[in-house]
């Protein structure tokens, strides 16, 4: 019973506390004045209401472990509502950490994280990382950014604020409270590599005028503010470059390879590769980007470190391994698209040894988890009679809002 009645007064919140606290006052007072034999009475409904507490904690939320005070970190997600965001939010909440989200909802959704709201180790801030921040935390995952050609495109000069202006931002955030920060960066930052596979030396080849360089020099300039900030002003940085990741959650219509292939094999339509196919691309799952994450953020290496998986494919291939496992589909090849990179394949042998970590889903399992979770979005959609349409046509009708 103590056991029980300890673990859930961990879980509780400030208002629920004070419900048992009258609960169990009442139950004192009518027991100490008045001569009735009456403690079983009074404590059994009580005994019942934790009992239902109990079942709603288990049942509400994912099982969260508890760390004490020392170990229990004050974590700020940017862009925690988004696809990478939410998978790492919940790593740090069922890790026991507390975890503040902050997202502009731009390309993140609540659905992501409705999971944690009420948890008293949880907190979801409706904020741009354009405007400062004043919070107290000690780390920070700077993640807020869209990540996919059609949404960094859609306002280029947004994408360039929230990467220049956000990253100093969260930056300041970091010097005024002590935080560690860990910035998302890409391997974008090597643009079209003329290296292969691309080492964290390589200094990138990107076309600073081009249709993606929004995004490409917009994360390299917010690596060369982390390093300014680390040089300057003795702020802890942590700089990951990441490789093309997939899993449950992406966007499914964002134009990324793995989530147009297998939306277009679930629905019939066929598989369209730009070029002859012959390009290369290589994915990790997401489980095993927010492993690497959360280690290069407790681990003391300060320089670049790439999380991706070595496993390159072309994307014929990709389109053809979707095909089988969905079952239906085509493939029809397009032109070309504008400075798509040829090819893409991450050197990790930094992570691996300096990390100890390394890619450990493969592909196969990855991509089938994630059919089936287009799979259920597709069934809710028609379940709500939502008929989804593309984002470029949605974007199309203004500007956008989030400016
Ligand atoms: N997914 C990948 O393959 C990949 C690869 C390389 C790098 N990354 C980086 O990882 C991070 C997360 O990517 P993702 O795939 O989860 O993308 P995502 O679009 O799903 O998530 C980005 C999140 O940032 C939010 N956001 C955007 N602008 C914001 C702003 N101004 N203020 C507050 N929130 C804002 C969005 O609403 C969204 O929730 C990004 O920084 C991206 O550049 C991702």
């Known amino acids: 019973m103590m056991k029980r009645v ?30 009735l034999d009456c403690f079983d009475i009074v404590v ?4 019942e209401k934790i009992r239902d507490l109990e079942q709603s904690f288990s049942q509400k939320y994912p099982p969260v472990k508890f760390l004490s005070e020392k170990d229990r970190k004050r974590i700020l997600i940017t862009g925690g509502a988004g696809f990478v965001g939410s998978h790492l939010t919940d790593k740090l909440m069922m890790d026991g950490h507390e975890v503040t989200v ?23 801030i409706n904020h741009d990382v354009v405007e400062p921040l004043y919070i107290e935390v000690d780390q920070i995952y700077h993640l807020a950014s869209p990540a996919s ?50 080492n964290e030396e390589y ?34 940085v942590r700089v990951a470059r990441i490789f093309n990741t997939f899993g449950s959650r992406m966007h499914m219509n964002d134009g990324r390879v793995v989530s147009n292939f297998i939306l277009q094999a679930l629905q019939g339509e066929p598989l369209t590769v730009y070029g002859t196919g012959s390009q290369t691309r290589a994915f990790q799952y997401v489980s095993d980007l927010v492993n690497g994450l959360v280690l290069l953020m407790n681990s003391n290496i300060s320089s670049p470190v790439n999380l991706g998986n070595p496993e390159e494919h072309t994307i ?14 085509c493939i029809q090849f397009l032109s070309e698209a504008q400075d798509d990179p040829q090819r893409r394949r991450p050197d990790i042998r930094k992570a691996r040894m300096m990390l100890g970590w390394e890619p ?5 399992e990855g ?28 974007m199309k009708k203004g500007r956008p809002r989030h400016n």
């Not at 502009?104 to 949880?122: A, D, P, S, Y």
Request: net charge positive; aromatic share 10%.
């Open 6 to 35: 300890v673990r859930l007064i961990s879980g509780l919140n400030r208002r629920m506390m004070k419900l048992l606290f009258a609960l169990a006052l009442i139950a004192y007072i009518a027991c100490k004045y008045t001569n």
């Open 44 to 47: 059994s409904p009580l005994r």
């Open 102 to 124: 902050v997202d502009n909802f731009f390309t993140g959704r609540k659905r992501n994280v409705e999971h944690w709201i009420g948890h008293e180790n949880f907190e979801l």
């Open 149 to 198: 050609p059609p949404n960094y495109m859609y306002n280029p000069i947004k994408t360039l604020k929230t990467n220049t202006i956000g990253t100093l931002n969260m930056l300041g955030l970091a010097k005024r409270v002590g935080a560690r920060l860990l910035l998302a960066s890409t391997s974008e930052v090597y643009g079209d590599p003329e290296v292969h596979p691309q």
């Open 203 to 236: 200094w990138g080849h990107v076309n600073p005028i081009g249709p993606r360089a929004c995004y490409d020099e917009g994360k390299r300039v917010a690596e060369t503010m982390c390093y300014a900030y680390m040089k300057q002003e003795g702020v802890e």
């Open 316 to 329: 014929l291939e990709f389109a053809r391994l979707i095909k089988s496992l969905v079952g239906k589909g």
């Open 360 to 364: 450990v889903v493969p592909l196969e």
């Open 367 to 394: 991509l089938n988890k994630t059919i089936q979770y287009f799979s259920r979005e597709l069934e809710h959609q028609a379940n709500n009679q939502y008929i989804p349409k593309p984002k470029a046509a949605r």
